[in-house]
């Protein structure tokens, strides 16, 4: 196994299980044991432990949430249009829910917002990332500064509690109902 396989391995095994479990219900033992790598590989790669391997598997998903916000709005001209099409694409894991991914990090930062800075700002970080891209489409379709900005932040809010939803559900309705409210939200 080179360098970059065990560091691979462990990041994206951490990733998936900060997601399904948090960060307090994954132990790294769990960690080593999902990713298959050698048990002394993880505090070489990752000298920080656990909070540096929660930090970089928040980047890990705030990039891959961020491309997949970003195709669909590239996709399409119409602000309403683009943000539905990422909520549709967003409620198609919820139809196979032992393949999540990518979800945004909202239990992380709910479990650690008091007990570690460090995670917190990348959270914030991640949040900020998806919001500049809303905004960016909404004040490219004419919408001011500040409503852009407004509006972004409660699309984010819309989104995770939706996600939240979703998974205490077991159902992609609630991201499907999200949805169906955005041109409402979107009216100047």
Sequence with gaps: MSYGDSREKILAAATRLFQVQGYYGTGLNQIIKESGAPKGSL???????????????????????????????????DPAESIQLFLKDLSRQFTC????????????????????????????NAYQEWENLF??????AGFSEEKAAEISTVLNA???????????????????????????????
């Design 97 to 124: 829910p032992e393949n999540f991914e990518g979800f945004p990090v909202g239990l992380l930062a709910a479990e650690t917002s008091l007990t570690s800075e460090n995670l917190q700002k990348a959270c914030q």
């Design 158 to 188: 819309m989104i995770e509690g939706g996600i939240i939803l979703s998974l205490a559900k077991k159902d992609r309705m609630p991201i499907i109902h999200i949805s169906k409210q955005i041109p409402k939200l979107l009216k100047t």
């Design 43 to 77: 505090y070489y790669y990752f000298p920080g432990g656990k909070e540096q391997l929660a930090i970089e598997a928040v980047n890990e998903m705030s990039d891959y949430i961020r491309l997949k916000i970003k195709e669909s709005l590239d996709a399409h001209p």
């Design 135 to 140: 905004a960016g489409k909404l004040r490219a």
